[in-house]
């Protein structure tokens, strides 16, 4: 219950107040005097105040005064026997929020302070709502003021106290691994190991061995036992990134692990329990995976408990200028360049470009800009920005040809065209498009085949054609 500090001269009334009051379950604090009154009231929390305009020492209006002071949302009901209109609107103006006449009826001033504390809470949780929905959620290292990015930070925030498992989903580069370092670090796990794996980074023969460890003699090489990831991640987090590409039969494990919290080391019969928390993330479409059977439907559902969406940045273009300042801050520092800003223009061509690489190519692009220039202000000269191959119909509607890109116009900013240089058939500028995508998939068809908006098995026909022999990837 509430917390009641009365302040009166009269020792009855002020005794008969704190019985009756107290009676109704209200803790009471008692004062004679304005004076003891602001002693409690700075020692004490305090709910509601009662006092008595006629005091001695200080009276009842400078004490009304003070105590706003303190606490200006604080409710205070003024008691008098010196009634007139004049007193009550001078109590009124100097903060009060009742005015009783004395002699009142106890009943009176226990409606009265009913009353008073019933409004009090709801202006509290009026102001309590306002500020949730106008709060602006932060995180370190975490660029996010557009509503879009404003959202996933509100339910990171949400999730992170929580042991659930939570599977990101988003484009390359649009930042699910400080996303998924943010969950662990606002965690009850904060204090644990927080391990990161890139999935696709692994060769399938050896990803089980890394996730799980392995036993002496499990394999050739094998002198010694090694734990694996799980293990190192006990009492922490596991961020399990491109989990799309996990194979199936790692993917059997891995869902023993969520349900069982238990496995054996490849080659090993001891069963070892972890307590770890997963985060997941891929850039594919695990639904559609689902549909053609490279991956589990069990094992989606046990990861997609908290599904966390991370849009593009061509989709939050309202954060850019705030992450060129952050990146240009931090490469400026780094390399010690007497660079200020971004010219107006400068900061126009970034904004108009379509992102492929999201936030991990305009990070590139400021530090690159940062170490080519001589300048003190980045202009349009010092943004170079990388040709990309576009997915079919994403940037200009549905049957574009692969052959959409960007290129670089002469002293303005970079356009969409959708033809091939001069000189060049469209069959070659697609094969163009097809072997950069490959150089930087770092010769991984399947993320080419994502790249380029295209299946596996188109992309495999189209480099038949071009003569590229179909090797297996390392």
Known sequence: MATILIVEDEPKMLRLLELNLAEDGYTTLAASDAEAGL?????????????????????GLEFLQAAKRTNAALPVVVMTAYGTVETAVEAMKAGAS??????????????????????????EENRDLREALGRRYEFKNIVAHSPRMQEVLATVERVATTNATVLLGGESGAGKDLIARAIHQHSRRAS???????????????????LFGYEKGAFTGATTSKPGKFELADKGSIFLDEIGDVPPAIQVKLLRVLQEREFERL???????????????????????????????????RLNVVPISIPPLREHKEDIPYLVDHFLQRFVRESGKPI??????????????????????????????????????LDVGDIHLDFRPGPIGAMSGEG???????????????????????????????????????????????????????????????????????????
């Open 98 to 123: 009742d005015f009783v006449l004395k002699p009142f009826s106890l009943e009176e001033i226990k409606l009265v302070v009913r009353k008073e504390l019933d409004v009090h809470q709801l202006r």
């Open 39 to 59: 002693k409690l009231l700075r020692k004490e929390k305090v709910d509601l105040i009662i006092t008595d305009l006629k005091l001695p020492g200080m009276n």
């Open 192 to 210: 644990g190991p927080f391990i990161k794996i890139n999935c696709t980074a692994i060769p399938e023969n050896l990803l089980e061995s890394e």
């Open 400 to 474: 574009q040809s692969l052959a959409t890109g960007t290129v670089a116009a002469p002293g303005s900013a970079t356009q969409l065209v959708p033809f091939p240089p001069d000189g060049m058939t469209l069959e070659q500028f697609e094969d163009e498009i097809i072997r950069e995508a490959l150089r930087r998939a770092g010769g991984n068809k399947s993320q080419a085949a994502r790249l380029l908006g295209l299946s596996r098995n188109a992309l495999r026909y189209r480099l038949s054609k071009m003569g590229v022999p179909d090797e297996p990837e390392a």
């Open 340 to 377: 200020t800003g971004v010219t107006p223009a400068a900061l126009k061509v970034l904004m108009d470009f379509h992102w492929p690489g999201n936030v991990r190519e305009l990070e590139n692009i400021i530090e690159r800009a940062v170490a080519l220039s001589t300048g003190t202000v």
């Open 267 to 301: 080659g090993g019969t001891r069963t070892l329990k972890v307590d770890v928390r997963l985060i997941a993330a891929t850039n594919r479409d695990l639904r559609a995976a689902l549909e053609d059977g490279t991956f589990r439907e069990d094992l989606y559902y």
